[in-house]
C-alpha cells in the first residue's frame, strides 16, 4: 500500500492549467515565509532527511503524500514550532498572517475542529469554520457547488472533514487553495498519524524497527489507514489486531503484519494504539457483544503489562472507557492520550505552515508538486 | 415509406464486399445484380467501400429515464443516442417514476418511442410492483399490451425473495417471457461502493463482493431448473459469475447473460480519484475479472453485450462518491469498445460481434423482425462501420443530455458510419437524419 489516491490527471478548472502555481502571490511587502524564516530557523538541512530530498504536496489528502524525507520534516517542524513558542508569553506566531483558512467540517468534530483552528489561529491566519452536519447534497447542492463557494471566497487553505471518503480529494479538484484531509469518512486522517508519529517520536524515539500495534475497527477506520500508511513509511513495524469481521478485504497488501490475537501481538511491543470501536458497529453483527470484543481485543491492565516496559498506549479519542480501554490503562502510566490531544494542535501548525509557507515548494525543485506516489496508471 | 437505398461495396460481416439494396422496408437485393434491380432505378447511392456492414445493433439493457426524469435522458434523447450507436432496438429499464410495472407506463413508453422513430423502443417490465420486490406486478397485463413485453427485471433492484423470484420465473412461461436478473445480494451489498477488494480498502469505500452477484446466479439458475423457465442474467461482472453460468449451461440450463462494454474495459482502480463517473453497478472489477469475461463472451458463455445505458444529471454525479448515482453512458460507445475489447485482439470476428450485438439480444428478448440475416427479404435493419477510424470520445458531443461518460478523452476504434432502421436512414456521419412523424 505505498501507492497514493491523488488523481493523476485532474485539470484544475479554475486555471485552466494543469497544477497550477500557488494562486497566493507572497506580496511586495515581504512574503510571509520569509518574515517566518528566523522564527522557524533550519536546522540548515531541510533537504538532508533521511530518504532523499523534502517534497511536500500541495494538498495533504492521505499518508501516503509524504515520503520518508517529507514526513520526517513535518515533524521536525512541528519539533521547532513547538520550541518557538515554548519560551513565548504569547504563544503565536505570525508565519500566516492575512492568509484564510477554511474549516470545513461536514460531520461533528469537537476535538479536531478546535485543534485546526487553534492551529491556524496560532500562525496567525483568518480562520472561518463551516460546520454543516451531512452533506452537501442533504442541502440541495454538490460537493462541487460547495467547492465553487469556497473558491469565489479566494480561501489559501481548506481544512475538510467529511463523512463521505474521498470527499477532500475531490475538493483539491475544483479549488485552488491547499486541501487538508482532515477525516474523510472510512479513509484516511494524516493528520491524526502525524500526531501519532510524533507523540511516539517524542517517547520512543526514531521508529526504525519499532513494534506498534493497532488494535480494534481497521475495516472503519481512518486513523488506522493513515497509521499503517506514515508509521511504516517512518520504518516502524506495524501490526493490525482485529476481529477478522473488522479487518479488509484486501488489508493483505498492507504494509503491516495482521493478527486475531492481542495477547501475541502485544508481548514485547512499544506501542500499542488502540482505535475507537464505532457504538453502530456493536449493533451490526460484526462481533456479538461489546463484552466479548472487550475480553478479546479490550486493553486493560493485564495486557498492557505485555508490552515493553518503554511502551506506550495511545487513542485517537474518543475513548469507549470501559470497551476498548479501561480507565486504569488509559489513565495509568505510560499513557499518552492527553499528550496526543496537544501534539494535535502543534503538528496541524507545522502542516498549515508548510502548505501554506510554500518554504518547500521554493526550496525544491517545481517536479515536487508534480509527484504521484505510483498510484496505478 | 422512404426512398430505396443501393448500398454499395460494403463488407457484410467484414467478408466479402457487395452490394444491398433497401427498399420498402426490406433488403430486396444482396449481391452484384442488387444495382439493376427494378427498385434501384431511382435509389440513393450510398458508396459503402471500405466499411463493415453489420444487423443493426440490439441494446437488451437501456435506460432512457422517461418519465420521472427528463433532466436526465428521454425517450427522445436516448433514442438519438442509439441510432448514433448503430442501433435498430433498444429494451427500455423499468426504473422510471412511475415504475414500468403496468400495461400503462410501458405503453406510454412503447408509443413515446415509436413517435420518436429512430429506433424501436421495446419497454421491460418491472417484475415487481414498484421494483419493491413485494409482489408480483401484472405481467401477463404487460405482455399483452400494445408494447408486448416479454422481458421483466427489477433491474436496479435485485429480485432476491427466492420464493418471488420462483414465481416469477414460472409465471412468464405463459407467454414466452424472460426474467433479466439484476444479481446482488442485498444484505452482502448494504452501502456498497465499490468492488471489494484492495483499491476499496484502501480507499475506504465500502466494499460489493463478487460473491454478493454469484451467489445470486447461482441460486437462479437452479431455480430455472427447477421450475423449467428461462433466466437472463444482467450485466455480469465477475470471473465467478462466468463460472457459475458456464457450469449452468453446461447442464443445460436455460440461462443468457449479458456483459457490458465498461466491464470488458475499465478496472476498479478508476475509483482513485474518487471521480463518481467511474461509480457504476454492479461495480468496475479487476483485471483478472476482466480476462475471463472477454473470453466468456468469445466462447458463448456470455451471450450477449448490453450497454446498461445510465444517464445521469450532473448533480447527481458531480458530488461524493458515496451520494453520487451509479452509472455510466454506453450506447454511442459501446460498438467502439467491443472492437477495441474484443476484435482487435483477435476475440471476436464480425460474425461475433453481429452475434453478440444483435443476434442473440434480438433472440433474448424476443424479437423477430431484428438481428436478422444480411441477406434478401429480411427486415433491412442495418449499421455501417467504419473499422479503421479512430474517434475521441467527448461526453459534451454525446447525444444523451446527461455527458457521464467513463471513456471521456479515449481514443476508441471504429465508428458507425450509418444505421438503417427498415431501409430508413437515422443516422449518418455522426448525425441524426430526421424523424419518422
Same mark, same amino acid.
Request: proline share 4%; charged share 20%.
Given at each position: 500500500m505505498t501507492t497514493s489516491v491523488r488523481r493523476p490527471d485532474r485539470v484544475n478548472l479554475f486555471s485552466g492549467g494543469v497544477d497550477p502555481a500557488p494562486a497566493h502571490d507572497s506580496g511586495s511587502t515581504g512574503s510571509p515565509a520569509a518574515s517566518n524564516a528566523a522564527e522557524l530557523s533550519h536546522d540548515g538541512a531541510a533537504g538532508a532527511h533521511r530518504g532523499g530530498p523534502v517534497r511536500m504536496p500541495r494538498h495533504l489528502l492521505s499518508a501516503a503524500d509524504l515520503d520518508l524525507a517529507t514526513a520526517e520534516h513535518v515533524l521536525s517542524t512541528a519539533e521547532r514550532i513547538e520550541q518557538a513558542i515554548a519560551g513565548r508569553e504569547v504563544r503565536k506566531l505570525p508565519t500566516l498572517r492575512g492568509r484564510t483558512v477554511v474549516n470545513l467540517f461536514f460531520e461533528d468534530s469537537t476535538r479536531t475542529r478546535l485543534s485546526f483552528e487553534l492551529a491556524a489561529k496560532r500562525l496567525s491566519a483568518d480562520v472561518i469554520t463551516f460546520s454543516a452536519k451531512g452533506s452537501s447534497v442533504s442541502k440541495g447542492e454538490t460537493l462541487k457547488d460547495t467547492a465553487w463557494t469556497l473558491q469565489a471566497m479566494g480561501a489559501d487553505a481548506v481544512v475538510c472533514r467529511h463523512s463521505s471518503s474521498g470527499a477532500p480529494q475531490q475538493l483539491s479538484g475544483w479549488v485552488?487553495?491547499?486541501?487538508?484531509?482532515?477525516?474523510?469518512? &472510512?479513509?484516511?486522517?494524516? &493528520?491524526?498519524? /502525524? /500526531?501519532?508519529?510524533? &507523540? /511516539?517520536?517524542?517517547?520512543i524515539g526514531g521508529l526504525t524497527g519499532r513494534r506498534i500495534v493497532l488494535v480494534g475497527d481497521v475495516l472503519h477506520s481512518r486513523v488506522a489507514r493513515s497509521n499503517v500508511l506514515l508509521l511504516s513509511t517512518l520504518g516502524a513495524d506495524v501490526t493490525l489486531v482485529a476481529p477478522p469481521t473488522l479487518l479488509p478485504v484486501g488489508v493483505g497488501s498492507w504494509p503491516a503484519a495482521v493478527s486475531y490475537d492481542l495477547d501475541t501481538a502485544l508481548a514485547g511491543a512499544d506501542a500499542v494504539m488502540m482505535l475507537r470501536v464505532q457504538t453502530e458497529r456493536m449493533s451490526g453483527a460484526f462481533f456479538p457483544t461489546a463484552r466479548e470484543y472487550s475480553r478479546s481485543y479490550g486493553l486493560d491492565i493485564r495486557r498492557r503489562a505485555l508490552i515493553a516496559p518503554h511502551g506506550i498506549v495511545l487513542h485517537p479519542g474518543p475513548m469507549n472507557r470501559g470497551m476498548e480501554i479501561t480507565p486504569q490503562v488509559a489513565d495509568g502510566p505510560g499513557s499518552v492520550i492527553v499528550e496526543q490531544v496537544a501534539n494535535g494542535v502543534t503538528v496541524r501548525m507545522a502542516v498549515l505552515y508548510l502548505l501554506l509557507s510554500g518554504e518547500i515548494s521554493q526550496a525544491q525543485d517545481a517536479p515536487a508538486r508534480h509527484r504521484t506516489v505510483g498510484g496505478p496508471a | 415509406m422512404t426512398g430505396a437505398v443501393l448500398i454499395t461495396g460494403a463488407a457484410p460481416y467484414g467478408e466479402d464486399p457487395t452490394d444491398l439494396l433497401l427498399a420498402d422496408g426490406r433488403i430486396v437485393a444482396a449481391g452484384p445484380d442488387a444495382a439493376s434491380h427494378p427498385s434501384a432505378s431511382d435509389a440513393e447511392i450510398i458508396d459503402a467501400a471500405g466499411l463493415v456492414v453489420l444487423p443493426g445493433l440490439v441494446d437488451l439493457h437501456t435506460h432512457l429515464r422517461e418519465p420521472g426524469r427528463e433532466d436526465a435522458e428521454t425517450v427522445e434523447s436516448g433514442s438519438a443516442a442509439a441510432a448514433l450507436g448503430g442501433y435498430t432496438a433498444v429494451f427500455a429499464m423499468p426504473n422510471t417514476d412511475p415504475t414500468a410495472d403496468t400495461a400503462g407506463v410501458v405503453e406510454q413508453v412503447y408509443r413515446l418511442g415509436r413517435d420518436v422513430g429512430l429506433v424501436d423502443v421495446h419497454p421491460i417490465g418491472a417484475v415487481t410492483v414498484g421494483r419493491r420486490g413485494e409482489r408480483l406486478a401484472e405481467l401477463a397485463a404487460m405482455a399483452n399490451s400494445a408494447a408486448a413485453v416479454r422481458v421483466f427485471s427489477d433491474d436496479g433492484d435485485c429480485v432476491s425473495d427466492a420464493l418471488l423470484m420462483r414465481r416469477a420465473l414460472e409465471y412468464v412461461k405463459a407467454f414466452g417471457g424472460v426474467i433479466a436478473q439484476h444479481a446482488q445480494e442485498p444484505r452482502l451489498t448494504e452501502g456498497a461502493q465499490m468492488h471489494e477488494g484492495e483499491v476499496s480498502a484502501r480507499l475506504g469505500l465500502t466494499g460489493w463482493p463478487a460473491v454478493a452477484e454469484e451467489a445470486i446466479i447461482a441460486r437462479d439458475c437452479l431455480l430455472t431448473d427447477h421450475v423449467g423457465s428461462r433466466l437472463h442474467v444482467c450485466h455480469l461482472s465477475t470471473a465467478g459469475s462466468v463460472e457459475v453460468v458456464a457450469a449452468a449451461k453446461r447442464r443445460g440450463t436455460a440461462v443468457t447473460a449479458e456483459v457490458t462494454p465498461h466491464h470488458l474495459l475499465l478496472t476498479d482502480d478508476r475509483a482513485v480519484g474518487y471521480d463518481p463517473v467511474f461509480k457504476v453497478n454492479p461495480p468496475l472489477r479487476t483485471a483478472a475479472d476482466i480476462? =475471463? #469475461?472477454?473470453?466468456?463472451?468469445?466462447?458463448? !458463455?456470455?451471450?450477449? !453485450?448490453a450497454t446498461d445505458h445510465a444517464p445521469h444529471a450532473s448533480q447527481d454525479k458531480e458530488t461524493e462518491w458515496d451520494n453520487a448515482s451509479p452509472g455510466m453512458l454506453g450506447l454511442q460507445t459501446a460498438l467502439s469498445v467491443v472492437i477495441g475489447t474484443m476484435v482487435q485482439p483477435g476475440l471476436l470476428n464480425w460474425r461475433g460481434v453481429a452475434r453478440v450485438m444483435s443476434e442473440a439480444p434480438a433472440r433474448i428478448g424476443g424479437l423477430t423482425d431484428q438481428g436478422r440475416p444480411i441477406a434478401e427479404g429480411e427486415p433491412a435493419n442495418l449499421v455501417l462501420v467504419d473499422p479503421d477510424a479512430r474517434w475521441t470520445v467527448r461526453g459534451d458531443e454525446l447525444a444523451s443530455l =446527461?455527458?457521464?461518460?467513463?471513456? *471521456?478523452?479515449? *481514443? #476508441?476504434p471504429g465508428r458507425v458510419v450509418a444505421t438503417y432502421l427498415r431501409g430508413r436512414c437515422t443516422a449518418s456521419a455522426g448525425a441524426l437524419v430526421g424523424r419518422l412523424s
Open positions: 485552488d487553495g491547499h486541501v487538508i484531509n482532515a477525516g474523510d469518512g &472510512t479513509h484516511e486522517h494524516p &493528520t491524526q498519524a /502525524l /500526531l501519532d508519529a510524533f &507523540t /511516539l517520536r517524542r517517547h | 480476462g =475471463s #469475461l472477454r473470453q466468456a463472451l468469445a466462447d458463448g !458463455v456470455i451471450d450477449i !453485450v =446527461s455527458h457521464n461518460t467513463p471513456f *471521456e478523452g479515449m *481514443e #476508441l
